[in-house]
Each structure stands twice: as C-alpha cells, then as structure tokens.
C-alpha cells in the first residue's frame, strides 16, 4: 500500500477549498502505488485521485511529470490531468507535502497477462513514444546505466543492520561482471524522447480488455525509446513460473511498431536494453529489500526475480529471442 | 492498510455479473482496517464497497453481521447496507473468502476529535441501541470479561520469537491484579442489547461536524449497553498527550443520555467498565503485537496506549471524573 502521509479532514477541506471541484463526500487512502501517497477523494462532482509525493520524488521534476501529462491528453492519451486550482496552479502543498490533484481515470490493471493485454501496451506506449516528441521539457533517466555501478556498491556497502554478507558470491559476481558487459556494450545512439519507464502492469489500466489508461509517470524521463519497450519485455512477457513468454513479446512488439516502426539498430539493441532493464530492477529492488525500514507498510518486491530475467536475456542469441523474424 | 486478499479483474467481473450495480469501471483497495480486505468500487452507477471477510471473522457470525446492519437502516441508522445479488443472498464467495458489497457512506472519520464529535457520537450510539433492541438475532461478546484472562495467558506464553520476557513486571503484575479486581467488580446485570463494540474514530463518519454514518459492525454483539459508551470514553476522550478530556466525556454521555436516559446503576457502573474496555483492547493489542506477523501490511497498534488509560480509570473516584453531575 501507500499511504505514508495522514490528512487531517480539516485540512483537507480547506485544501479542496481552493478547487472548483464540488464538496468532499469521502476521501479513503489507496492501497496501491509505492511511491507516494495516493487517495481516493470523491466530492458531489465525481472521483479524483490525490496524491502527496513522498521524499522520493524530487520536487524540482514536478513540473516535469505535471507537464508531461497536460502534454500527453491534449494529444490524445490516456492519462490522469492535473486538476489546477482557482489560482491556475496545479502543484499545491498538503500536510506539508507537495501535493496534487488529477483527474479519476476508469479502468483495473490486469492481474493475470494475457497477450491481447500485451498487444494493447505496445500500441499504447508507442502512442505515448509519438506524443512525447514535441515535449519541451528535458529529464535525464536518474536510473540509467551510469547510475547502476554506484547503486550496486551501496547495496555492497549494506544497510545497518544487514551487511552485504546476506548476498550470495554468485549474484555479487554476476552483477559485478554483467554491469563490465553492460557499460562496453550499451548503445551509445538510437531513436531517443520521453519514455515512461516504469510501464508495469500495475501502471496500465483495461475495461474489458480495452487500454483505458496509463497512470504513475513519476519515472518518466529522457532516453531510447526501445528501452520503454525492453523494460516491458521484463515486466510483461515473463510467466509467474519464470518461463519467457515469446507469443507476449511478439504482440508487445508488432503492436508497438504498428505505431511506430523500429529502426534495424533499436531490434538489434533489444537484447542488451533487456539486460540493463532487468539490472535496475534488480538493483533498486536489491536496494529496498536491503534497506527496508521496519515497520514500513510497504512488502519490498522480490529482487531475485530480476536476477532470473537478466539470465535469461544473457543467454538469448539475438531479439529473434522475442519472437522477431528478421 | 487492510487488503490481505488480492483479487483479479476476471474474478472481480464474473462476482459482479451476479448483481445489479452496473458496470465495473475501477476497483481499489483501501488503506483503512485492519481485520477485512476492503476495496472501493466504483460501478457506472455509483460507489460502492467490497469486503472479503479474513479469517479472524468467523463465517458463522456473518448472518448476525449482515441481518443487524438491515435491522438498523429499517430503523433509520446510517450504516452501509450489504446489497444482495441477482438471487436475493448478500453473503457470497470471492478469492476464496465469504464477501458482501455493501453500500458506499460519505463522510470522512474525523482525524483531530473535537467535542461536538463527542456530542454526535453519543447520540448515534444511543439510536442504535434503541434500533437494535428487537434484533432477534444474539451473539455474545466473544472479548467480554470471561475472554479475558485467557488472553492474557495466551500472551504470556509468548510468541515463537518474542517470548513474555518482553513484558515488564510491572505490565504483567499489574494486569493480574486488575483481571482479580475485574472478575470480582464486573456488574451481574445492567439494561443489554445489541452493541457496536468498536465505535472508534475512524468506524464514525462525518461531513462538516455532522455525522453521516456508522461503520464496520464486526464486533457486535450482545452485551451491556453502557460497555459500548465506556469503550468510547476510551476512544473518544483522550488526548493525544494522554490528558483525559472531561469536556468531551460529558458531552459524549449527556447526548447519549438525551436519546436513552442511563439508569442510576448504569452511571454507578462506568469506572469499572472503562477499566474492563481499557483491559480488553489492552490485551488485544498486546497479543496483535507479540504476534505481528513478519511482514504483515498492518502497523500493530501501541498496547500501552490502553495500559495509560486503563491507569487512569483505576484512580478515579466515580461517575463525576467523566463530567456527571449527580
């Protein structure tokens, strides 16, 4: 769940106050999300979510993510709109966080993946890819590949308490090694724009198997555009047993290059942005699970999950792996 | 948070085609209760709440649970109203575990409790006394007075882990010699019925100081009136800092006594069964957190909370410390 900061009915009354949204009739904390603290307020209008970023979020990319969104709609896609108040302003502050309001978006994310569920993500993300081009604002990806070494040594360094020792040699090696490979052989050019990277089931929404939206764009930054569709490979195309799943990928790929045709140099690259996007799930997963605060309400995820997937992508032959006939 | 129970969009879709409540639009678990999985659904026709019942509420309570709140809302109480399926039954299955859709209640539990709220919580707690006078139905109070001690032993055996040498002598002493004065002190008879049995804050609805409704009815049960109006003493009247509010405990009775006038015995009675209500939610507490399962979602309460009040209590001289006037 996530709700890490309380408000108080008062404030938040006064807080609506400053909104032409109608009379709150309920406001009740969502048990979703790990970022930030997310409600659900419905007034005498209808449903709105509003969200309290935690300290994660950096208050300097808020604007960032808020533009990005009003950007996105007005060319059509499917995502939450910031909700400005009486001044014009949509970031406001509540209970000492910065805090907005957006718009309600229908919708439940697919607990069990089909691959009509797949097809519909590759539309939508190179959707969102094409709308993306003309945003004026620039966020370089916090967690790209030069962030990983220095991520990787302070999960070495250890959390109070834990210590490095709770690692096995073999994924302190592997990674170790499998971060060499990564930094020779990252592609140093492809088709670049604003990727959402962070496009996991939880974050996608469907009515009957139908896209209704894409929420969450507190990662969304700078970068290859291929490297969206790599960290959905990983969040997608697996089975709850580990196995690959290449009908998945097929359609996750097909449908996103209906939308917008791959280069050659993007369906070459894929195994690789494979390989780094399950190294940074891995490794902020490492670094959760490492440091999780006792007593938080958050379940770290499972960090070994990825070390699975990145194996797998180490011994792919080429992105005829997804399912691609060349 | 409370949602213990994850449920997919396909077994969502297939439990709602069984009622008449519209189209499924969203489905979100709430980050409020600690004993049932909640979620707030919203249908093309309006809000409304889905619980699936964990497995400290035992099923065979569920008729007693589910009649009571009809009884009450034919009676004029607000309090959600479990909605039954196409068949006429309100008690179903989902996930694996007995569920009920209930009614959506606007309102928001107040955060800081100011006196009013106490003046308006007395006079709900009144009318659903007088409301449930003839439900047929009979459950005993399975945490009264004989449920007791019991409790404590079990907490005293420990946990696997912990062990009873977390508590102080002076907790464990103390408690026992309280049980001694409970079991000998408790009333024999007092005017009964049908009571809440957990009206805490955050089970009390208001919209702008005016309460709105009454929720999570999983402890009624059969017992002394005047219990209910002494666990909310506990509940209602303290302050943050410990300070008993006599300001609020007399509003609380007085509205309470303007629906149902206490009788004398029942005045004379509240010193011990505030101690009796200090003890059990004491003892369930302190259980919950020998017993706080590793990573659990649920933040186990503080258990000295109501060791400080039940403290309280033993010291005082009689019905005038809550504000009586005799």
């Given at each position: 769940?996530?709700?890490?900061?309380?408000?108080?009915?008062?404030?938040?009354?006064?807080?609506?106050?400053?909104y032409?949204?109608?009379?709150?009739?309920?406001?009740?904390?969502?048990?979703?999300?790990?970022?930030?603290?997310?409600?659900?307020?419905?007034?005498d209008?209808?449903?709105?979510?509003?969200?309290?970023?935690?300290?994660?979020?950096?208050?300097?990319?808020?604007?960032?993510?808020?533009?990005?969104?009003?950007?996105?709609?007005?060319?059509?896609?499917?995502?939450?709109?910031?909700?400005?108040?009486?001044?014009?302003?949509?970031?406001?502050?509540?209970?000492?966080?910065?805090?907005?309001?957006?718009?309600?978006?229908?919708?439940?994310?697919?607990?069990?993946?089909?691959?009509?569920?797949?097809?519909?993500?590759?539309?939508?993300?190179a959707?969102?890819?094409?709308?993306?081009?003309?945003?004026?604002?620039?966020?370089?990806?916090a967690?790209?590949?030069?962030?990983?070494?220095?991520?990787?040594?302070?999960?070495?360094?250890?959390?109070?308490g834990?210590?490095?020792?709770?690692?096995?040699?073999?994924?302190?090696?592997?990674?170790?090694?499998?971060?060499?490979?990564?930094?020779?052989?990252?592609?140093?050019?492809?088709?670049?724009?604003?990727?959402?990277?962070?496009?996991?089931?939880?974050?996608?929404?469907?009515?009957?198997?139908?896209?209704?939206?894409?929420?969450?764009?507190?990662?969304?930054?700078?970068?290859?555009?291929?490297?969206?569709?790599?960290?959905?490979?990983?969040?997608?195309?697996?089975e709850?047993?580990?196995?690959?799943?290449?009908?998945?990928?097929?359609?996750?790929?097909?449908?996103?290059?209906?939308?917008?045709?791959?280069?050659p140099?993007?369906?070459?690259?894929?195994?690789?942005?494979?390989?780094?996007?399950?190294?940074?799930?891995?490794?902020?997963?490492?670094?959760?699970?490492?440091?999780?605060?006792?007593?938080?309400?958050?379940?770290?995820?499972d960090?070994?999950?990825?070390?699975?997937?990145?194996?797998?992508?180490?011994?792919?032959?080429?992105?005829?792996?997804?399912?691609?006939?060349?």
């Amino acid at each position: 769940m996530a709700v890490y900061t309380d408000v108080t009915d008062e404030e938040l009354e006064s807080f609506v106050a400053d909104y032409d949204i109608g009379d709150v009739l309920s406001c009740k904390g969502i048990a979703e999300g790990v970022e930030n603290s997310n409600f659900l307020l419905v007034t005498d209008r209808g449903q709105y979510i509003l969200t309290l970023y935690e300290k994660r979020v950096h208050e300097a990319d808020l604007p960032f993510f808020l533009g990005l969104l009003e950007h996105l709609a007005e060319r059509g896609i499917a995502c939450p709109q910031p909700i400005p108040g009486r001044d014009g302003h949509a970031l406001r502050r509540l209970a000492g966080r910065p805090a907005v309001i957006v718009t309600f978006l229908s919708g439940m994310w697919p607990r069990r993946i089909v691959p009509r569920h797949c097809a519909a993500l590759g539309r939508a993300m190179a959707r969102l890819h094409l709308a993306g081009r003309d945003f004026p604002l620039h966020r370089p990806n916090a967690l790209g590949p030069e962030a990983w070494r220095p991520l990787f040594e302070r999960c070495l360094a250890g959390a109070p308490g834990a210590g490095s020792d709770m690692l096995s040699p073999d994924l302190k090696d592997g990674v170790a090694r499998e971060l060499d490979v990564l930094e020779t052989a990252w592609p140093a050019d492809l088709p670049s724009g604003v990727i959402h990277a962070d496009l996991f089931p939880d974050n996608v929404f469907f009515h009957h198997e139908a896209l209704t939206g894409l929420i969450d764009f507190y990662f969304a930054c700078n970068d290859f555009l291929a490297y969206d569709l790599a960290i959905c490979l990983n969040a997608w195309c697996f089975e709850p047993d580990g196995a690959f799943n290449v009908t998945k990928a097929r359609l996750l790929i097909r449908d996103y290059g209906a939308e917008r045709p791959l280069e050659p140099a993007e369906i070459a690259a894929l195994p690789i942005l494979a390989r780094g996007s399950a190294m940074r799930f891995l490794l902020t997963r490492l670094y959760d699970w490492l440091n999780h605060p006792e007593g938080a309400f958050v379940r770290p995820k499972d960090p070994m999950e990825y070390w699975r997937k990145l194996r797998f992508h180490q011994r792919v032959e080429g992105p005829g792996a997804y399912g691609l006939t060349s």
